[in-house]
């Protein structure tokens, strides 16, 4: 079996269509095609990324990528969207990937292997499962369905700002937004992660270059900022990603942080709320949005909950000591 590099968009753009056909069964939102080849070619700010993948008769039947962080967890690699056509699984071709992607990482001197969520009780739990992987994180995936919410009752749950400030803004943030913006994504740090994963930094220099990506790898972004009133300093953030041309109907809730000095306020549940009665009144046609909260997070979960968010499955993320 030859395992090859994928260097040109037509190679991406053939893993994508495998990605595509082999989790056609679960209804969500797939990255889309611009934003999917993007990140095998160019990779990311935080992560140098390579994809590799196997051909028959000049088609892409399978494949994976395979991200290297640069500025944090130096002894991480990340397994993204192992993929096999359905009519070719079970047959070795998964394992051979696995193997193969196991080995780049080893050169590369990482000694984790964090993968992909997979659907529990799915083919790739299964897969994961018999291939030595062991459970990482297992998170729940819960959707907001807009058009039977309770719009008047969601209004009913906001609370008062109490002494904050919310500044919004859609698409990607500007200069003056971003020193405010990697203050409070650091919160991010404390949401349940494996134990070999290390906190993330979010350098300034590293949310611009994040942030200047968004639109071209086919992705917009609504986002509510809290700022304490007496001083302006940034409390918390939350934001809803959408494909940037609006080919589906979904949205996709994103980090919701809040800094430990913030919280005890129900700043969380005003960042989302607030959010969300902007994306229905601007975005009428998007009617689900989607998110997952790892088992643990009970604060999150509930907050959910109270906006009408129902568990849909579970998924689980792997991981693979090297």
């Known amino acids: 079996m030859l395992i090859q590099r994928i260097e040109t968009g037509e190679q991406a753009a053939g893993l994508y269509e495998t990605y595509a056909a082999s989790t056609a069964e679960v209804p969500r939102p797939l990255w889309s095609r611009k934003r999917f080849c993007a990140h095998l070619l160019e990779g990311s700010p935080r992560s140098r990324v390579e994809a590799w993948a196997v051909a028959e008769d000049g088609r892409v039947v399978a494949g994976y990528a395979l991200g290297f962080p640069r500025h944090d967890n130096p002894h991480l690699?990340?397994?993204?969207?192992?993929t096999v056509r359905p009519e070719l699984q079970r047959r070795g071709v998964g394992t051979a990937l696995l193997d193969h992607a196991v080995g780049r990482a080893r050169a590369d001197g990482r000694e984790l292997l964090i993968t992909d969520v997979t659907r529990a009780g799915g083919p790739g739990s299964a897969f994961a499962a018999a291939r030595g992987c062991a459970v990482a994180l297992h998170e729940t995936r819960s959707v907001l369905d807009l058009a039977t919410a309770h719009l008047d009752g969601l209004a009913r749950l906001m609370?008062?700002?109490?002494?904050?400030?919310?500044?919004?803004?859609?698409?990607?943030?500007?200069?003056?937004?971003?020193?405010?913006?990697?203050?409070?994504?650091?919160?991010?740090?404390?949401?349940?992660?494996?134990?070999?994963?290390?906190?993330?930094?979010?350098?300034?220099?590293?949310?611009?270059?994040?942030?200047?990506?968004?639109?071209?790898?086919g992705e917009d972004c609504y986002s509510v900022l809290a700022r304490r009133a007496c001083d302006g300093a940034p409390a918390g953030i939350t934001r809803l990603y959408l494909d940037a041309g609006r080919a589906d109907r979904w949205g996709h809730q994103g980090d919701t942080a809040v800094l430990k000095e913030h919280r005890g306020h129900r700043l969380g549940l005003l960042l989302k709320l607030s959010n969300l009665?902007?994306?229905?009144?601007?975005?009428?046609?998007?009617?689900?949005?989607?998110?997952?909260?790892?088992?643990?997070?009970?604060?999150?979960?509930?907050?959910?909950?109270?906006?009408?968010?129902?568990?849909?499955?579970?998924?689980?993320?792997?991981?693979?000591?090297?």
């Open 77 to 82: 690699a990340t397994l993204f969207t192992l």
């Open 159 to 217: 609370p008062e700002p109490g002494g904050y400030l919310l500044e919004r803004w859609t698409g990607p943030a500007g200069d003056d937004l971003l020193p405010a913006l990697a203050a409070v994504l650091d919160g991010m740090n404390d949401a349940p992660r494996d134990a070999g994963v290390e906190a993330r930094r979010h350098a300034v220099d590293l949310v611009r270059a994040t942030e200047e990506r968004m639109r071209r790898d």
């Open 277 to 322: 009665f902007r994306l229905r009144e601007n975005e009428p046609r998007i009617d689900r949005v989607v998110t997952y909260n790892a088992a643990g997070n009970r604060h999150m979960r509930a907050i959910n909950e109270a906006m009408g968010f129902r568990p849909l499955d579970e998924w689980l993320q792997w991981r693979l000591p090297l």
